[in-house]
Each structure stands twice: as structure tokens, then as C-alpha cells.
């Protein structure tokens, strides 16, 4: 899944994130409370701001729950017994997919 959020802000709002994802904002906020990986930061008015760390996480748990049809609990058991092997078999992944995109673009160029 390639998210369309611009490239090296240190914060995202939940609408960016929402939009992103293509889900409701109340989503992730439930995600929020299931998964204790993510700790968007709040301001003084309560609005949370997810960090890039955030997104991934973010990425990660959509990856097992909405691609892979983890339950909640499956996910979480996934998550804290393997978070290093999956975080990084999920990064790999995710590189080639857009390497994969890379080269389907440069294929119709010719």
C-alpha cells in the first residue's frame, strides 16, 4: 500500500493519516487504544500528531489486520512476539513494492 502523505514532516494530524489510509479517523484512534506501539504525540488542544515512527506502526497493523485479516488479538500476539522479524519482512516488502512500481512506470515510458 503506498500512502499519500507528503514526504519529511515531523507530524501528521489524524485527517492526513485517515485520508491516507482511507479509513475513519475513529479507526485509528481505536487502533490507537488497542495497540500500545503507537503514541501519536497530543497538543494542548488534544489533537493528536502522529510521527513517521507512528505511520509505520500504523502501516504494520493495517498490513496485518485489513491485507493479511489478522484479528485484533492475533495481530497484537504477531506484534509482540515477532515485532523485529515482521517490522522488518514488512520493510522489505514495502521496498519492493515500489521498486515493483518503479519499474511497471518505466516499462510504460518505453
Do not use: C
Request: aromatic residues 10%; proline residues 3%.
Amino acid at each position: 500500500m503506498h500512502l499519500d502523505l507528503p514526504e519529511g514532516k515531523l507530524y501528521y494530524s489524524i485527517g492526513e493519516i485517515a485520508t491516507a489510509f482511507n479509513v475513519n479517523a475513529s479507526l485509528i484512534r481505536f487502533w490507537e487504544k488497542e495497540f500500545d506501539i503507537l503514541k501519536p504525540k497530543k497538543n494542548a488542544k488534544g489533537n493528536r500528531k502522529f510521527t513517521p515512527e507512528d505511520v509505520k506502526n500504523l502501516q504494520l497493523i493495517y498490513h496485518l489486520v485489513k491485507e493479511r485479516g489478522f484479528t485484533l488479538e492475533g495481530a497484537k500476539t504477531h506484534l509482540k512476539e515477532n515485532q523485529k522479524k515482521t517490522l522488518d519482512k514488512f520493510e522489505i516488502i514495502r521496498k519492493l513494492e515500489t521498486i515493483k512500481s518503479q519499474l511497471i512506470e518505466l516499462k510504460n515510458q518505453l
